[in-house]
């Protein structure tokens, strides 16, 4: 899964996290408490604004949780024991996957 963000946006709320993730944001919610790696900031109302690089960890936690079905621990350790490795594989998967998009587009308009 890869999520397109705005590069002139610095915040997005939980509401936009959990529509890009096509999940609800009781577990946007629950993966902020779960994963000592996501930190959003919280407003004057108490909302949660994800930075980029909340959303970029979000996108690895679902990566490990939804599509190669690790357990909420076991990705917890995964994170923690190889989260650069682990972070640099799912970039170059999610830059192919882009590329992949853009030849698909180009070949359509041949």
Known sequence: MHIELSPDKRYY???EVAKAFDVNASL????????????PKKN??????????????????????KERGFTLEGAKTHLKEGKKQTLDKFDIVAKLETIKAQLTDLKKNL
Not at 28 to 39: A, S, T
Not at 44 to 65: C, S, W
């Open 13 to 15: 709320s939980i509401g």
């Open 28 to 39: 946007i919610r629950f993966w902020d408490k779960e994963f000592d790696v996501l930190k």
């Open 44 to 65: 004057a109302k108490g909302n949660r604004m994800f930075t980029p690089e909340d959303v970029k960890n979000l996108q690895l936690i679902y990566h490990l949780v």
